[in-house]
């Protein structure tokens, strides 16, 4: 979606740099039509393009990421309460709780089961998915994918009292064979 977004942002450059340094470059064209070309056929087919990708990726994570032999997502439940996230692993079998850090294998989907006590957090990884709203009795579902090993930086993205600044996370991704060990390490701890 950058590269499109960029590739756009070039075009309107060029062309208002060509009007302006080109002598006679789009004189004939009336103000209307630069309107209607320039607004309207200029970014429709990359903003189409765009919309298609994006479309292609939510179905591609809500079908669990595709790949054989299909795998449904990972659930990983993510409580949060003045000013602390709390994860837990239903589907791993005698997983400890974590705080703070939220373990996930690469190349799986993981469906994260959002959820809060008090009020209202915002559950939010940018390097890996958008955010999602923890309600008070309520459970929202986000669904995230980490295709290469790593740390991910997430936050509450939604003011949630004096604490708000420090209720951070991180997103650790681990390779399929190093995932169950490390919940195992993690659960020593």
Not at 79 to 95: E, K, L, N
Not at 108 to 126: A, G, L, M, N, Q
Not at 137 to 152: M, Q, S
Request: aromatic share 12%.
């Amino acid at each position: 979606m950058l590269a499109g977004s960029i590739l756009l942002f070039l075009l309107v450059v060029g062309l208002f740099l060509a009007t302006v340094f080109v002598p006679r470059f789009g004189r004939s064209i009336s103000p209307r039509n630069w309107i209607i070309g320039g607004g309207i056929f200029l970014p429709l087919p990359i903003l189409l393009a765009l919309t298609f990708y994006a479309l292609w990726q939510g179905e591609y994570l809500l079908r669990g990421g595709g790949g054989f032999p299909l795998q449904s997502p990972l659930r990983v439940e993510a409580h949060g309460t003045m000013w602390q996230w709390r994860f837990s692993y239903p589907d791993i079998r005698g997983a400890t709780p974590t705080s703070g850090t939220l373990h996930i294998p690469t190349g799986r989907t993981v469906e994260i089961r959002v959820s809060s006590s008090d009020v209202i957090h915002s559950f939010w990884v940018p390097r890996l998915a958008g955010k999602i709203d923890a309600i008070p009795g309520h459970t929202n579902y986000l669904r995230l994918r980490a295709d290469r090993p790593g740390r991910y930086g997430g936050v509450c993205s939604e003011y949630c009292g004096t604490g708000h600044a420090g209720m951070r996370f991180v997103v650790q991704a681990h390779t399929q064979e190093d995932y169950l060990a490390a919940l195992a390490e993690e659960g020593g701890r």
